[in-house]
Structure formats: structure tokens, C-alpha cells
């Protein structure tokens, strides 16, 4: 029996379970960062590095967000909301604006946008299932449930999500994450002299086996850095061997370095300051600004178009995302596989299931109708890749 191919197509849900905000949830969850942030501050035991860097950017993000208050189609859950700042912010600076005030201080937006990547960066970088504090949000069993099920040689992952959830808990069970970035070079933040541990994951060009995983957003382990016409695209691939990473500590070998709040004043200590977080506004203007980007657009739209099933994990498919909709009708359009495609969602909101109802039409399975991640994979999951799908146990 041929192999089908299978798309996993991941949303913030699919990182909620992890610890992680979604865009709408983003406003606390960038309180509580701040709050952290700040113990870390000044020259004392528990200081860091990137501290004052990190601080100054979230400082912006605020003053932005306040500034956004004054549109008065804006509410609270708008200001809130990750992707309506960042779209205004990158609405404004795409419309040619080099300046803008806030308080009563001028700021230029190029700088301005930089930094909201910059503490999306942070906010996004942090994971709490390695962190004993927030260890308690996670629902770690899920997600080993889930890795069992999956096979790496027919799989593609498609995610909105900067994080580096489903790269971290493939690494757990020993399948690499193969990125479709070209030109990609790697990024080291440890010293080289003192021995570099790899991740099982990630950038792996000796091999074809394994997870695609194509990140449309960008990622916390991707940077970005552009001199003239010139563009280039770094990635983190290293776990901890001990040593310290900054102010950070000595990082654990089982744990992702870029992970370190420091990691980041490394990062451009080692780079060059004008390296940033290639974290991606999820704007119509993304695909022309990043060439890099459209590396993983094309091997997205192309698996998409190939797929003989498509499981939605978490992505809530909302009405202002016109662009992945586009994407997903394209796809659907140029589709060259006689096999009938089946469609299926994995959300516990009846809200999001209508969507999918309307959008997709029979090509939808509803027999299970919403269902949250946890009880999907005990019974749903499993009855969805039960046919040629190899078990990885």
C-alpha cells in the first residue's frame, strides 16, 4: 500500500497545551514576561545580558499598544491581540512613514517594528515545559501521545507558530526537523572550542528523513539579517553542553540553546547588532519583503496541493486571514492528486468548527465534530492516521 500524504497544519491551539499564549491572549501573557524581565534587570546575581535590550523593546510594544488605543474601532481584546498590533505597526511603516510619535517622543518605525519582533521574540522564545515554574501549565502526555502516531516519511508540517513546540518534542523520540530554507547558515552561540551539541532537529542537510517542517511566520530560531540588497537567514541549532550562555547559567544538553534569554545578546555580540528575530508579521506584504520566506510558502503551497489529508490542530481559521485562504484555495486549485482529499479539524470550539464547515464543505469529516487536543488523541488521531501511517514506538 502506497503511502498517503498526510498534512499537519498547526495553529496556536496546537501550542496552548505547551504553555504558550495564542494572538489573541498575547497582552497578558507580554505582562507577565515583562514582569520576569525585570527582575532580571541592573548588575545584580540574577541579571542578564539582553536584559536592558529586551526591556527597552517591550517598552515600545506597550507604548505602541497605548498609542493603538486611541483608534476608536480599536477595544480591549484588539489591543490585546499579537497580530492586529503588529499588522497596525507594519500598516504604518509599509505606508512610508519614517517617524511617529508616541508621548510626545518621535520613534523611528523601521526601529519600531524591530522591536516588537524583538519582545515577540522573547515572549515566544520562553518554554514552559522546560521551566520547573510553569511546568504545572503543561500537558506534556499529549504531546508524547501525539509523536507516537506520527511518521516522518509522509508527514509536512505547516505552522503559523514561532515557538519550537513541535521541533522540541521531535527531538524527543529522535526525528530530525528538516527546514525548506535555502542559503540557511547555522547559527552557533556556544564557543566551538568547548564542544557543540546539535539538536536532533533542524537544519539537517545530510539527510531527507524526517519532519518538513515550514514555518510561514518565521521562528524564535531563525534570524534575519540584511546588509544592502544582500539578506541572510541564520538558525539556531545547537542544545546546551554546559557551559554558560551569557548570564543564563550553564544550559542543560537537553535543552535548546536559543532557549537562553541571553542567547539573543550572544547572537548579536557574535553576528552584528543588526541581526534580528526573523519573526514574520502575518501581513499581505511578508512573501515580497522576505525572499527567504518564500522558500517555505512553496513547500507549503506544494504539500498542500499534493496532500490526500489535511488535519487542522488549533488553527481557528479566522475571517481577517485572507491570505492563508488564498493559499489553501490555490493549493486546492492546482491540485494534480486524483485521490479525494479529506479535511480534519482538531478544535474544541464550535465557533471555528462552522467555520471549517462553510470553508471546506464535504470535504470536511464531522463525525467527530470539536473535540480538544487531549481526548483527539486518544481516540480521533489514531482512527485518522491508522492507514499507511508507519507507528513510531
Known amino acids: ?58 517598552k515600545k510594544f506597550h ?61 515566544f522564545q520562553q518554554f ?20 507516537r502516531l506520527l511518521s516522518p516519511e ?35 552561540i556556544n564557543d566551538p572550542a568547548k564542544g557543540q551539541n546539535k539538536f536532533a532537529f533542524i537544519l539537517d542537510k545530510n539527510t531527507s528523513k524526517g519532519f518538513k517542517v515550514c514555518k510561514l511566520h518565521g521562528s524564535v530560531n531563525y534570524f534575519y539579517k540584511s546588509q544592502g540588497d544582500t539578506e541572510t537567514i541564520d538558525i539556531s541549532n545547537e542544545m546546551g553542553n554546559g557551559t554558560q550562555i551569557g548570564k543564563s547559567g550553564k544550559w542543560p544538553s537537553k535543552w535548546p540553546v536559543v532557549l537562553a534569554v541571553d542567547a539573543i545578546a550572544e547572537i ?18 511578508k512573501l515580497t519583503q522576505k525572499k527567504w520566506l518564500r522558500n517555505i510558502w512553496n513547500a507549503a503551497f506544494t504539500a498542500l496541493r499534493d496532500a490526500n489529508k489535511i488535519i487542522f490542530i488549533g488553527y481557528s481559521m479566522p475571517e481577517s486571514d485572507g491570505f492563508m485562504k488564498a493559499l489553501l484555495n490555490g493549493a486546492l486549485a492546482t491540485r494534480n492528486n486524483s485521490k479525494e482529499l479529506k479535511v480534519y479539524l482538531i478544535d474544541k ?7 471549517y464547515c462553510d470553508f471546506w464543505g464535504k470535504s470536511l469529516d464531522r463525525t467527530c465534530g470539536p473535540i480538544p487536543l487531549d481526548a483527539a488523541v486518544e481516540s480521533y488521531l489514531p482512527m485518522i492516521l491508522r492507514l499507511g501511517v508507519q507507528v513510531i514506538g
Not at 514552559?128 to 509523536?147: D, S
Request: aromatic content about 10%.
Open 268 to 285: 548579536k555580540n557574535k553576528y552584528g547588532q543588526e541581526v534580528t528575530p526573523a519573526i514574520v508579521p502575518p501581513t499581505y506584504s
Open 63 to 123: 507604548q505602541f499598544q497605548e498609542l493603538c488605543k486611541k483608534s476608536p474601532a480599536l477595544n480591549e481584546d484588539d489591543i490585546s491581540n499579537m497580530k492586529t498590533i503588529f499588522c497596525i505597526a507594519e500598516a504604518i511603516y509599509e505606508s512610508g512613514q519614517e517617524q511617529i510619535a508616541i508621548n510626545g517622543e518621535s520613534y523611528n518605525l523601521e526601529n519600531l517594528v524591530v522591536d516588537i519582533q524583538l519582545w515577540l521574540w522573547k515572549v
Open 1 to 58: 500500500m502506497s503511502k498517503e500524504n498526510i498534512v499537519l497544519f498547526l495553529g496556536a491551539g496546537f501550542s496552548r497545551d505547551a504553555g504558550l499564549p495564542t494572538m489573541a491572549g498575547f497582552g497578558k501573557e507580554s505582562i507577565r514576561s515583562l514582569d520576569g524581565m525585570n527582575k532580571h534587570a541592573g548588575s545584580g546575581s540574577n541579571s542578564r545580558l539582553a536584559a536592558d535590550m529586551l526591556l527597552e523593546a517591550a
Open 349 to 355: 470550539s464550535k465557533d471555528v468548527f462552522c467555520r
Open 154 to 188: 509522509n508527514t509536512t508540517i505547516i505552522t503559523t507558530n514561532y515557538d519550537i513546540v513541535f521541533e522540541y518534542y521531535a527531538s524527543t523520540i529522535g526525528v530530525p526537523c528538516l527546514y525548506p530554507v535555502n542559503g540557511a547558515r547555522e547559527i552557533v
Open 128 to 147: 514552559p515545559p522546560i521551566n520547573n515554574e510553569r511546568i504545572a501549565e503543561v500537558n506534556e502526555e499529549t504531546y508524547k501521545k501525539l509523536f
